[in-house]
């Protein structure tokens, strides 16, 4: 290993994946059988098995391998090229600019299948009333 060349410490690799995919210590440790301190034990680690590693990287829902080669500037400069306004204006708001469609037009839409649902719904239960009133009478 090159001076220059950082070691490649999986378990705060590990601890890093879980924190980004929104899992705890102890969901983790349920999962993998064990307590929470062996699984902070493991996160501290420079190196586990490799059986253990692929345990791990299936439950995070990752490979193995995107664990060992995980690396956090890689994941930050990601997201800060990432300039998809579709969603989101400036301030972080949401932005209707690119709809293709009228969210007016979709809401009266909506209204009025709901209406004719209601309106088939109605009908039914006046023949049940009918149907019940017949019964009744005969």
């Known amino acids: 290993m090159s001076a220059t060349q950082k070691p490649n410490r999986i378990g705060p690799k590990i601890s890093r994946v879980r924190e980004l995919r929104g899992m705890k210590q102890e969901a983790l440790a349920i999962e993998l059988g ?23 990287a299936e ?9 060992e080669n995980f690396d956090e500037d890689n994941v930050i400069n990601y997201f800060n090229t990432f300039n998809d ?8 708001t949401f932005s209707a600019t690119n709809c ?39």
């Open 34 to 56: 064990m307590s929470q301190q062996a699984v902070s034990a493991m996160e501290k680690k420079d190196t586990i098995e490799s059986e253990l590693l692929a345990q791990v």
């Open 100 to 138: 293709t469609f009228n969210p007016l037009d979709k809401l009266v839409e909506a209204y009025e299948e709901n209406k004719k649902l209601y309106e088939r719904l109605l009908e039914a239960e006046k023949e049940k009333i009918a149907y019940l009133e017949k019964l009744l009478k005969g």
């Open 85 to 92: 306004n579709s969603f989101s204006n400036s301030n972080g």
């Open 59 to 67: 439950i995070l829902g990752v490979t193995p391998e995107a664990i």
